[in-house]
């Protein structure tokens, strides 16, 4: 029978992936520092504990799905007892799927090679309906030797894991994805915009860019103008999908990761300031693609 696997952080997308865990047949113990987020798992069989020390006390393996850089330091170099992990099982793997900066990536590996454990960083793409049906896209990175066992889970969680190289590799081609996404979400809303100036139907446009040279995800998957597509959050009041906030919260990451690297992302740093300044106005919690909301405020003037 297959042997537990360890689950820290049951937030919005922890708490489906552990589930397809559970679905494979792996039995899971988990924690998180909000007690309320572990109770659906308990009642599908998972066992909760205390605190992360716990969970790698008795799995080898261990997946985190934490909000940020602050969260995974305080895991495995922090001070507190509650959140940290002091000792590991030897051997033990340390997949990590939240999104950080690639360079905490690297410096929590020391940490865990120090403790005599394996870390990868493993973030994912995909949003909460993808971790819930499975679907994810794992971007690993880690000691290669060890990806065979890392896929093992990641599959379990993910239809794509896609080896990316050495540790924050994985982050590295995450904070990509998303800040060529972000740009292109404003590209694209301010393209419909300006359309619709002009005197085109939204959909018509829409139909034209996704026969032309400007289609893109964001025109023809994800269409940010309400009414021109079902199903996106465009058409529900850009509710659910992927929040203003978090992507903001990536693009810093990618600011950050230029900066060190002394690479011009200046469209990165554009689109970073812009889903900043929506999250002061209100569109924190509201899907990215209402960037074309943010563009027409000032429509009746
Ligand atoms: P979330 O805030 O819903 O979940 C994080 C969970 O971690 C919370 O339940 C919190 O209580 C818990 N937690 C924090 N510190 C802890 C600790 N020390 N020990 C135990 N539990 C702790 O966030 P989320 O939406 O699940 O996202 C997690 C990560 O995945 C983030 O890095 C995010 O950027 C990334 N991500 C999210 C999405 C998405 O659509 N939500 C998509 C791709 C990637």
């Known amino acids: 029978s297959k042997t537990q696997v360890g689950f820290i952080g049951l937030g919005n997308m922890g708490k489906p992936m552990a589930k397809n865990l559970l679905k494979h047949g792996y039995p899971v113990i988990a924690t998180d520092v909000f007690p309320e987020s572990c109770k659906e798992l308990q009642e599908l069989g998972a ?16 997946v985190t799905m934490l909000p940020s850089n602050p969260s995974l330091s305080r895991l495995l170099t922090g001070y507190s007892p509650n959140t940290r992990i ?52 794992f971007m ?15 599959t379990c969680m993910g239809a794509n894991v896609v080896y990316c190289g050495a540790v924050g590799t994985g982050q590295a081609a995450k904070i990509c994805n998303n800040m060529l996404l972000a740009i292109g979400m404003i590209g694209t809303s301010e393209t419909m915009n300006l359309g619709i100036r002009l005197g085109l139907d939204p959909k018509l446009l829409a139909k034209i860019l996704n026969m032309s040279s400007g289609r893109c995800w964001s025109s023809d998957t ?28 990536d693009l810093g990451l990618a600011q950050t990761t230029a900066t060190n690297t002394k690479t011009p992302v200046p469209l990165g740093s554009l689109a970073h300031q812009i889903y900043r300044m929506m999250c002061a106005r209100g569109y924190a919690s509201k899907d990215f693609s209402s960037v074309f909301q943010f563009l027409r405020e000032d429509e009746e003037n």
């Open 222 to 249: 994800y269409n940010p103008v309400p009414g021109v597509m079902e199903g996106v959050p465009s058409g529900n009041n850009y509710q659910g999908g992927f929040g203003t906030q978090l992507m903001a919260k």
């Open 140 to 154: 690993v990175g880690g000691v290669e030797e060890e990806f065979t066992a890392a896929q093992e889970l990641l």
């Open 47 to 62: 066992q909760i504990v205390d605190n992360p020390a716990e969970v790698a006390d008795q799995a080898d393996r261990v």
């Open 86 to 137: 002091k000792k590991v099982k030897k051997g033990s793997l340390l997949i990590d799927s939240s999104t950080i900066d690639p360079a905490v990536s690297k410096e929590m590996a020391v940490a865990a090679e120090k403790m005599g454990a394996v870390f990868m960083d493993a973030p994912v793409s995909g949003g909460v309906g993808a971790a819930s049906s499975g679907k994810l896209t």
